[in-house]
């Protein structure tokens, strides 16, 4: 299945960046600007030197992906960097399932990867941006001093109603 830029990305426009960054600021301290937000929710940002960071919201990671937009858009043409920062095998098994996303909505887990998910197009839903940020944000601030395989008793989020 062909999929496009479309498939793969949602505008940050519209969207309110500093709401969705509430919950990430334990990791993404310093000033940001929104380049592009992945189908999956991973925010692609630019720091005031111009380089370029993936906030990997599965994992609870920030990384330099490019020093500069130029070197961002060039490396992100390339299939096997898109297939691998964009997920590309399984927002292309969401499309063929027919999972459709509405305004404002990317693919979210039913189960983050951090919490034992898997990384499959089954346990991805449509979910609301900002619930996405919010959540997976409270989730990784919560676990990201625990060794990896820690039993996880309880997790607390805060702005759901019961």
Known sequence: MKLTWDDLTISPKGLDFEELMGSWCWLVDEPFAPVLLSALGDFFLQDAS???YRLDTAWGQLTK???DLAEFHRLRADPATAREWFRAELVGQLKAAGVKLKRKQCYGWKVPPVLGGE??????????????FGILGQIHEQVKDLPAGTPIGEIKIEGLDA
């Open 50 to 52: 111009g380089a370029v």
């Open 65 to 67: 992906v490019a020093d």
């Open 119 to 132: 990384e499959s197009a089954e346990n991805l839903e449509p979910t609301d941006v900002s619930v996405h």
